[in-house]
């Protein structure tokens, strides 16, 4: 109803991601003792997933995902998803990278929030030796984004630099900050969205 293109999952399995013993790093839930249980809790199953496509479809909007884990790009891999979504957190993670890139000729799209300039230089270096077609998005990792912490200067930069596409993701939660970005020539704008807190 808002507009959007696509939308944008996660696919967390808990028993590829975290143990019963881990502990919260941060204490965010009253519901679970554990990472592993929160993850046993929020996650999707194999069906749900295929449900949730067919739903998009139905909408006609573009399905896209993260994958945390290589059994989870093993899954999206059957579920066809049209492109990949590369959190944050897994900027930096050239294994998940390279798997994807050995299992798909579908282009990849990088969020770099939690990565520093040389880390992006480095990561877009390796993405064009293994060919990959490939979109960055300038990102801020709080949540949420101060509209001066955003870092809209930085689509220009990356363009110049990297010569492939940038976009921008932005957790501001401030409309302008979007418009912004489209003015500095994102060629791919993420939001985060939140719809009841």
């Known amino acids: 109803e808002g507009g959007a293109d696509a939308v944008k999952f996660q696919m967390h399995l808990p ?22 249980d929160y993850w046993k809790r929020t996650s999707f199953n194999f069906k749900e997933w295929k449900e949730l496509i067919k739903y998009c479809k139905k909408k006609k909007i573009i399905f896209l995902c993260s994958p945390f884990s ?3 790009e093993k899954y999206l891999k059957k579920l066809s998803i049209p492109a990949w979504k590369i959190a944050s957190g897994e900027f930096n993670n050239k294994l998940l990278i390279k ?15 939690l990565s520093d300039h040389n880390e992006i230089k480095s990561i877009v270096k390796y993405l064009k030796k293994l060919k990959v077609k490939f979109a960055l998005l300038q990102c801020t990792s709080e949540y ?27 957790h501001s939660g401030n409309l302008n900050s979007v418009i912004a970005g489209i003015v500095m020539g994102a060629a791919v704008i993420e939001v985060h969205v939140v719809l009841d807190k």
């Open 70 to 72: 290589i059994l989870a």
């Open 99 to 113: 798997n994807i890139s050995l299992i798909s000729n579908k282009p990849m799209i990088l969020s770099t929030g």
């Open 144 to 170: 949420p984004t101060d509209i001066s912490k955003v870092g809209h200067t930085m689509i220009e930069k990356f363009k110049n630099q990297f010569k492939v596409p940038i976009g921008l993701s932005d």
């Open 15 to 36: 028993e590829e991601e975290s143990s019963k013993y881990e502990k919260f790093r941060v204490k965010f839930s009253s519901q679970d003792n554990t990472r592993y």
